[in-house]
């Protein structure tokens, strides 16, 4: 866990010029659905050419599951830039990460306005999308309970208005991946819905929607009732109660690391002292299977059926906090949440084109696996991260590595048992810890290609850094010879005009 050790020694945000929001005339209080949808008008209203309101679908009782976008140019997914999403209050009466998310949207607007480095790099660099609640009408119950008693139950407005628990009620596709597992090449990402209800609840099928629409990289779900970052699978062969490692185990655990390592409490496990949970995590992390099996998740649902990893994050024990605690929950959890932003640009990204016509291939697949020489690695020249020439090999390695199966072996290579795939433009994004990865991208109808990359810390010399770059060209195995012969055509038509020669091809 070399990487881990590293990496926790560099993870804490570098912050530039900070700026003084919420000052002390900030009022911290609860938002009902009248008072978050003004938060987000207002954000936009002060920074409208970095936002973006719109809503993917409604609760069962209609009302809407608003998000705010920020990005430098919002409304527009931008070559190489990675989307990420936040989402809170998905259980009702969760509201912590409802309440550091509604403080957190005007905060990044004023600190990108105020020139704060960090903030400007981050919101020109990565596009943003946060949906502050996905079940307003657990909330309106809860929130109903508090005005009258200043506490919520357990469990009141948990659910949605149809009583279902909306992180019970994605498809269970944990189950077919634990299949193509079994078997030799079976399918191991972007696995089809099989055998489910149709009648899935209304802000499920919402988000769902909201999952295909943007090729979302990295994602958060924010939960409250233990103080713990939880990472997939959130469940098991048999839904039993046990360690449950997804084939990016390494990754998840870093990205865990990140937000309790970035949280002021999680990390070193400062509980409320009235926490009605005995659990306690080391690092504050765990496997969400390990803690206790969750089948039907959102989290294992988006890194499975599309290309986004997810975690989920449970805020503290206090699900419904009184208003005069919700400053030291954003103290909390402002640097976490930051940090973790940055992670969308943990690894490598790049984009695949046809070498023919230089346009992007949708749907491409990209195949990783990490090298775990680490002599021939260091043989081949390490990129030095952070010093730019991202996906490029020092001058040193060329020659050694030009003809990579003369030195690579079989057992030099840990293959990853999970793909992602291209966006609509070609550009893809794969989150990788640290080292140098046998990678390679095909296509159908296209010749596949294999390179090495390698993946950096997006913050390896307390500045920030894109992922590394690892870009194809394919060709097409239709064109090839037709290329060649037009080609050919060119070259000898050159030739008939500089010489005069009558010659046609027979």
Known sequence: MRYISLFLAVVAVVWGSEVEFPGPDYKFEHHNAEALKKVLDDTHKECPELTRIYSPGTSKLGEELWVIEISDNPGEHELGEPEFKYIGNMHGNE???????????PYMCKAYKAGDPDMVWLIDHTRIHIMPTMNPDGYAKAYAQFSKTQKVDWTNGRANADGEDLNRDFPDIDKNFFRQREKKNGRNHHLKVQNVDDD????????IEWFKSEPFV???NLHGGDLVANYPFDTSIGDKQMYSATPDDDIFRLLALTYSANHLKMHDQVKDPNCITSDTFKDGITNGANWYPVPGGMQDFNYLRFNTFELTLELGCDKFPPAARLEEFWEDNKPALIAYMKMAHAGIKGIVV??????????ATISVGKITDDKRVELCGKQECGKGDFGKWNKEGYGICDKLEDWMEEDDINYRN????????????RLLVPGAYWVTAYAPGYEPV??????????PDGLNHEANDCSFALESVYETDDRRMELLERFLAAQRVRNEIPYQLP
């Open 218 to 220: 990295l994602s958060a």
């Open 450 to 459: 294999t390179q090495i990359c390698y993946a950096c810390n997006p913050n």
């Open 95 to 105: 509201v912590v990460g409802r309440e550091v998310l509604l403080v957190l949207i």
């Open 354 to 363: 046809d070498s023919y016509g230089n346009e992007g291939i949708y749907n």
């Open 200 to 207: 899935l609840e209304p802000e499920t099928e919402a988000v």
């Open 418 to 429: 999970h793909d992602v795939t291209t966006a609509q433009q070609g550009d893809y994004w």
